[in-house]
């Protein structure tokens, strides 16, 4: 099988897995102190820096187990009987690490990590899901089969339907114009929608609004919160209302998100993990390193949960600690079945064709200097460009590969959020042509957007990611092809889509 041989030797070679005894793997271990301590890129502020939990702490916290998981319906297109019959199915185990062998199996099995839910009760509720007006309301894309393929009901006692969230596939799958669906593509369900929908129900139903309204607040801050940055860009949040917040949260577009230390008022834009597997840095900010598969697991276990058990500077998230017993977390076998799955991905077959004009464009793209930054095969050089207003300190040239040049894009998220490492990193360029949003925050929706001059003046309506209470800004920096005449910029735009 090709599939196979291709991701073995990719995930293998390029990313250093160990195979181990009888042809089967052993996980690496995820929490090793020392490349735990070495994952990230310092931040701008360097005192402020991420200091994550100890080992022994994290190996304390017991591993979740995952149940088998059901399709969710519009309920228009729900089959005569499902719900009922959901209703009479068994709890049941999805995840079995000792039937794990052959490269497919941990494929497999990453697959159902990647579709698991962490939590439930939160983000969605089984009374949204089935409820017209929330798809409605929200603007959820569906499936081909009619189900809204970005969450999945779970059984964790019999009789008792429940829907979580948190899961990757919340934001890293995408519905196409087909209605197909594409894992691993940049996400487009409306998630930031689907909680502002979500904040104001509840906010209508609290009996208690003015607790509400401080515990809501106290979310952001605990959440989002940079207090080191003066002054802190989420302070202006713990003056809203719920409907500020919640218009906060209702201005992000689908592709675009926020995540854990990203504040809803500068959210990123959702990455294509098709190819992840080749990135020397994750995150627009470049703020966590790549250096073999295991830090990619290190990636999942941290944003999935192990974040929220940071320090910063002297800010403890948790102060104290919670007792270890109460949380959970994934297996070392999870998250290696589920960095190998990532690995294992590819893009859909591209429709769109190497003619004439994408040949021209070709050549644009390398006259233009393109390739010195995305530089094919990738379509980037894996380094770090300074954002405005960064000064690089001298120890990074040795350890990073950071480019002198700076692209001048909006500093925002690398300097003025928990991820600000002073940098961006130069993105891939592979699957423009199904992605969506583009720019660290998504605030264009369209190539066409992106080489359009006029995204530079203060009078611009971004055509994506633009900010509550926005009605116009600038979408500076990254001038180069700019300035090309209308035919050409066709032609290269022709070519990055056949990427
Ligand atoms: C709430 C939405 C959300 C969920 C859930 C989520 N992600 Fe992400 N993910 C994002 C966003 C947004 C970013 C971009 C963050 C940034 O650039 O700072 C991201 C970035 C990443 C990256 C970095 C890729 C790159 O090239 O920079 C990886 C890897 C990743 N996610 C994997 C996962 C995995 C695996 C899961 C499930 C275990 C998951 N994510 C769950 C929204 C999400
Ligand atoms: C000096 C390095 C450099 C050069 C030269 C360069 N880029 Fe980029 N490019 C970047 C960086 C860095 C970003 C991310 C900027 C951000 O999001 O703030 C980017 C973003 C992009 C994006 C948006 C991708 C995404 O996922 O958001 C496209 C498309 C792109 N570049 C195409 C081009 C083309 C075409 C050229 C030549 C005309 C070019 N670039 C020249 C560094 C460069």
Redesign the pocket.
């Known amino acids: 099988m090709k599939r196979r041989s291709l991701c073995g030797l990719l995930c293998l070679l390029a990313l250093g897995a160990r195979p181990s005894r009888g042809g089967g793997k052993a996980a690496p271990r995820t929490w090793d102190d020392e490349a735990i301590a070495s994952l990230e890129v310092p931040l701008a502020a360097r005192a402020a820096s991420a200091r994550h939990v100890a080992s022994d702490f994290y190996y304390r916290i017991p591993v979740r187990p995952i149940y088998k998981s059901y399709p969710v319906y519009h309920p228009d297109r729900e089959p005569p009987g499902y719900w009922a019959w959901l209703q009479a199915q068994e709890p049941e185990l999805a995840w079995d690490a000792s039937k794990l062998a052959a490269d497919e199996d941990w494929i497999r099995a990453g697959e159902i990590v990647f579709d698991a839910p962490i939590g439930y009760g939160s983000s969605l509720r089984v009374e949204e899901v089935r409820d017209r007006a929330w798809y409605q309301g929200v603007g959820v894309p569906l499936a081909r089969d009619g189900t809204m393929p970005f969450s999945r009901y779970v059984i964790r006692k019999k009789g008792q339907v429940e829907i979580g969230g948190g899961a990757c596939l919340s934001c890293h799958a995408r519905v196409m114009p087909d209605g197909s669906l594409v894992k691993g593509a940049p996400g487009n369900f409306p998630a930031d929608r689907a909680l502002a929908y979500h904040l104001r129900a509840q906010a209508a139903s609290a009996r208690a609004p003015e607790k509400f309204l401080e515990t809501t607040r106290l979310g952001q801050r605990l959440l989002f919160g940079a207090p080191w940055l003066r002054p802190d860009p989420v302070a202006a949040m713990e003056a809203m209302s719920i409907e500020e917040i919640a218009a906060v949260y209702e201005a992000i577009p689908p592709g675009v998100s926020t995540r854990v230390n990203l504040s809803p008022l500068i959210p990123a834009?959702i990455p294509d993990l098709i190819g992840v597997g080749r990135r020397r840095h994750l995150d627009?900010t470049g703020l966590v390193r790549q250096r073999d598969i295991a830090d990619l697991m290190r990636y999942a276990a941290l944003v999935q949960g192990a974040n929220a058990l940071d320090r910063f500077g002297d800010l403890q998230l948790l102060e104290p600690l919670p007792d270890p017993a109460r949380l959970n977390r994934y297996s070392d076998e999870q998250l290696f079945a589920l960095a190998l799955y990532l690995c294992s991905l590819r893009p859909p077959r591209n429709p769109n064709p190497t003619d004439e004009a994408a040949r021209r464009g070709r050549e644009v793209?390398f006259r233009?200097?393109?390739a010195?930054?995305?530089t094919p095969p990738l379509y980037t050089n894996n380094m770090l460009?300074p954002a405005d207003g960064f000064t690089v300190p001298e120890e990074d040239r040795a350890r990073f590969d950071v480019?002198a040049?700076a692209?001048g894009?909006?500093p925002g998220l690398a300097l003025r959020t928990r991820k600000g490492t002073g940098y961006?990193?130069?993105?891939a360029?592979t699957g423009?042509w199904y992605?969506g949003a583009?720019?660290?925050s998504g605030s264009v929706a369209a190539?066409e957007d992106?080489f359009d001059r006029r995204r530079t003046r203060a009078d611009y309506v971004p055509t994506g990611f633009r900010g509550a209470g926005v009605r116009t800004r600038a979408v500076p920096?990254?001038e180069?092809?700019l300035g090309l005449p209308p035919g050409e910029k066709r032609d290269?735009i022709a070519f990055?889509r056949t990427l």
């Open positions: 834009q627009r793209f233009e200097g393109c010195a930054c995305h460009t480019l040049r692209v894009t909006d961006y990193k130069v993105p360029l423009l992605r583009l720019e660290h190539l992106w920096g990254h180069f092809g290269l990055l």
